[in-house]
Nanobody, 122 residues
Framework: QVQLVESGGGLVNPGGSLRLSCAASRFTLDYYNIGWFRQAPGKEREGVSY???????YYANSVKGRFTISKDNALNMVYLQMNSLRPEDPAMYYC????????????????WGQGTQVTVSS
């Protein structure tokens, strides 16, 4: 069964940086698209970024120029480098996998991790 485990969340000052990691197991990134999503309390889940198995990239407008998604197929890892963090960025961040990029875009992925919390506060 596909497994995804996020890590790297934490508390950071405004303007700071964090790198989230998503460890994938029991499947290969060669054939799966990976998305990063976030959900803050009282808000709907939103797509942050995705990377397709053909290395196409997508970023939400709110994070363009600040966040960078990358992956290491050999390690089966996906990363989200988050720079210039803002007070509106705190949320639980999830990675998700699906073979259908449309389901990634729709946030209807087959496989989800448990999430890692990001807090931005001075």
């Amino acid at each position: 069964q596909v497994q995804l485990v996020e890590s790297g969340g934490g508390l950071v000052n405004p303007g700071g940086s964090l790198r989230l990691s998503c460890a994938a197991s029991r499947f290969t990134l060669d054939y799966y698209n990976i998305g990063w999503f976030r959900q803050a309390p009282g808000k709907e889940r939103e797509g942050v970024s995705y990377i397709s198995f053909t290395d196409d990239l997508y970023y939400a407008n709110s994070v363009k120029g600040r966040f960078t998604i990358s992956k290491d197929n050999a390690l089966n890892m996906v990363y989200l480098q988050m720079n210039s963090l803002r007070p509106e960025d705190p949320a639980m961040y999830y990675c998700a996998a699906d073979r259908d990029i449309g389901r990634i875009l729709a946030g209807q992925c087959d496989h989800w991790g448990q999430g890692t919390q990001v807090t931005v506060s001075s």
